[in-house]
């Protein structure tokens, strides 16, 4: 932070393009921190990724970066998640280091259904998904991808989908970003 504040515009973040959440954190923790860090947008996290390792770029905000920090390839400085990640339990938590994580949307991933599906279904479809998401044998293999396996059902799902549009839409917004 020290050296991006001395240094405006000379420092440089991966994002995954317009409008993705690796785009909206950069901004909200920069906008934050108070720093002018420049934009490399991506068209995905592997070439990215690439940058990154061979330092064409500063700073990626995205989970694939873990199996990297792990093996010592890239240095972790921060996780954007409420709390750390167990798989790379030295590296704190932005929130530790006195950011606000209220604004900044969550990566998750969700299984969603036409309008209109009837109820029975979308409720055998969510307790099926609660079954699987709760085995040990899942939680296992997402637990290195940085995933936390965390079920919620359909009303609170919702409630999270809705709660994080409004949120990246103001980021936008503010911002003045466009899709390209």
């Known amino acids: 932070m020290a050296a991006a504040k001395a240094n405006p515009g000379k420092y440089t973040f991966a994002s995954n393009g317009p409008g993705s959440a690796t785009q909206l954190v950069g901004k909200i923790l920069h906008k934050q921190a108070g720093i002018d860090v420049l934009e490399v ?5 592997t070439d990215s990724m690439t940058d990154l390792i061979a330092g064409r770029v500063d700073i990626m905000y995205a989970p694939v970066t873990v199996p990297q920090i792990k093996a010592g390839r890239l ?18 938590t932005l929130g530790e280091q006195g950011f606000d994580l209220s604004k900044v949307p969550g990566s998750w991933f969700g299984i969603f259904a036409p309008k209109g599906t009837a109820e ?4 055998k ?15 296992h293999k997402l637990q290195p991808l940085s995933i936390d396996v965390v079920f919620r059902g359909p009303q609170d799902f919702g409630k999270l989908v809705r ?8 980021v936008i917004q503010s911002e003045g970003l466009q899709a390209k």
């Not at 240095?75 to 704190?92: H, M, Y």
């Not at 709660?163 to 103001?170: S, T």
């Open 75 to 92: 240095k972790g400085l921060a996780t954007v998640s409420e709390r750390r990640n167990p798989e790379i339990p030295d590296v704190p």
């Open 125 to 139: 479809l969510a307790e099926r998904t609660r079954q699987v998401m709760d085995s040990p044998e899942t939680r």
């Open 41 to 45: 947008p991506y068209k995905g996290a």
């Open 120 to 123: 029975g279904v979308v409720q």
């Open 163 to 170: 709660a994080d549009a409004a949120a990246m839409r103001a």
